[in-house]
């Protein structure tokens, strides 16, 4: 693969062709909107700016502990008016995965992560097992005890799960070792998130590499950089992706994720990458602009 | 690399000459000498037998929840007479890694793992940190939370942990991403393990797996199939490898180890390997011999 241009600087003359040349802008959240619980400055602003020119607004993100309806709250409690409509998570991603592919519905789901994918899997009529019920869970590591699992799975999902523990391990991975055809599906692979607004934690690919590790088995990822969710938001808006904007901090997923489906993409210094990871030699992966931060265009158009 | 002969299955014929080339028997513990805590039959005799036709008996262990130590308590307690100077485990051998590596003893480990790591490390003089007291040990998701980790941290040891959690996943990765120069040692990438006698549990390689899932690092393995424990058993007996057997459950680990160091290789099939993992055409790794258990010796030998 020929290597691209080196980034742009975002400019305001680069800005407003970019802002004629898009008719929607997709964006990550963590990193790019907020930080943990922490709303990133101007991005009230910089949205209601975008909305005033016409731009549709979609939100994708890969973190999967929440479902959308929870995400949309979280919007709501940061001054934010997003509805579910304009939310693309990796946990409905997950459950939209298992859809479309005809997943029996009498088969189980075991769920490694969070709340989100358990009302994502339960909205789409599915029975999910797991997650945040398991958190308290120990094994007996005794002679003659024996860890049962549910035969009718048929399908493990992993995200990130901050209440990760061994039972969780040996269920999910007995699953895909025993239940014959049993799928391995991660909501994504990112390698670290702001868990918190001063500092990165393991992300979900930390939980799918220790399932990677245990099965000798490669996941189906539904997350970025995985183009999967982009068919659900080509289906939904009626956008050509030469027309949308995928607008994120992490090079391996988001503007990866824009660049496998065709967009346009601007990569913001506000969350896990850095102006020297960005020009390292060792990257490949050139976003088409980068800017510090979302509220640049609202500094760069003057407003 | 040329493809092995087929396994000959072990009988009376090459049993004999087995032992009329070979000086020391080097064993796998768990699925050959015992399935958790419980002695595979006709173990001791087996022992026994070798023991009084001369050979040197070793016991090579991944397993790194104990120290050599506690190991040796365990043969007693099991009825084996074994010393502390014919076990090496992979425990053991982390803290020898650091030791013939220079590891500067002011500079603090981390263990993801059980206490017979910290115990290795503390009797090679080194200061460990982690491991089952930070079993119960929780983080706080909330804003202005920070998670410190100790910056004197020169090395993360993972092995098998089955009290694994998110808290040490972020001490442990903080380290090795923030830490400069921090090693990432595994003791071993055993898929799975024996934990009780019954099924199998997620091995070190499900912890290590989530450890390069969120640094994006390969660990330096000093455990099987990585000859570095071979290094001290070829320093402390002085015998050629070629006049070595390595009998033990597991292609990827065992018999690998034995084959890398120019050993003879024995599988038994009381462990993690099946017959028909072993026939499969997808199996590149094929021991000399094969048979059952360990006492199929004191059976084949009529004795």
Same mark, same amino acid.
């Given at each position: 693969m020929s290597r691209r241009a080196a980034a742009e600087l975002l400019c305001g003359v680069n800005l407003r062709a970019l802002l004629d040349s898009v008719d929607a802008f997709l964006f990550d959240c963590d990193g790019v909107i907020w930080k943990g619980d922490k709303l990133i400055d101007g991005v009230p602003q910089t949205l209601d700016l975008l909305r005033s020119k016409g731009k549709k607004l979609v939100f994708v993100t890969n973190n999967s502990t929440k479902s959308r309806t929870q995400y949309a709250h979280k919007f709501t409690s940061l001054g934010l008016s997003v509805t579910q409509d304009e939310i693309f998570s990796s946990s409905f991603a997950a459950a939209m995965y298992l859809k479309v592919n005809h997943f029996p519905p009498q088969n189980k789901v075991y769920v490694i992560g969070g709340e989100g994918i358990l &009302? &994502?899997?339960q909205l789409a009529g599915f029975t999910a097992l797991g997650g945040p019920e398991d958190a308290e869970k120990r094994v007996h590591l005794k002679s003659n005890y024996f860890f049962k699992h549910d035969k009718? $799975? %048929?399908?493990v999902v992993v995200g990130l799960d901050p209440h990760i523990n061994y039972y969780k391990l040996q269920y999910g991975t007995l699953c895909i070792r025993e239940n014959p055809g049993c799928l391995f599906i991660a909501t994504n692979r990112d390698s670290v998130g702001h868990m918190t607004d001063l500092q990165e934690w393991p992300g979900a690919g930390c939980m799918v590499g220790a399932i990677c590790g245990s099965t000798g088995r490669e996941p189906i990822v $539904? %997350?970025?950089? /995985? *183009?999967f969710m982009m068919d659900f938001l080509l289906q939904k808006f009626d956008i050509n992706t030469s027309r @949308?904007? @995928?607008v994120g901090d992490r090079l391996? *997923?988001?503007i990866l994720f824009g660049q496998n489906a065709g967009c346009k993409t601007l990569l913001v210094l506000s969350g896990v990458t850095t102006q020297s990871t960005l020009d390292d030699s060792s990257n490949s992966t050139q976003p088409d602009y980068? *800017?510090?931060k979302v /509220?640049?265009?609202l500094t760069l158009l003057g407003e």
């Open positions: &009302e &994502e899997l009718n $799975v %048929g399908a $539904v %997350g970025k950089p /995985s *183009t @949308m904007c @995928m391996d *997923t988001d980068y *800017t510090s /509220s640049d265009i």
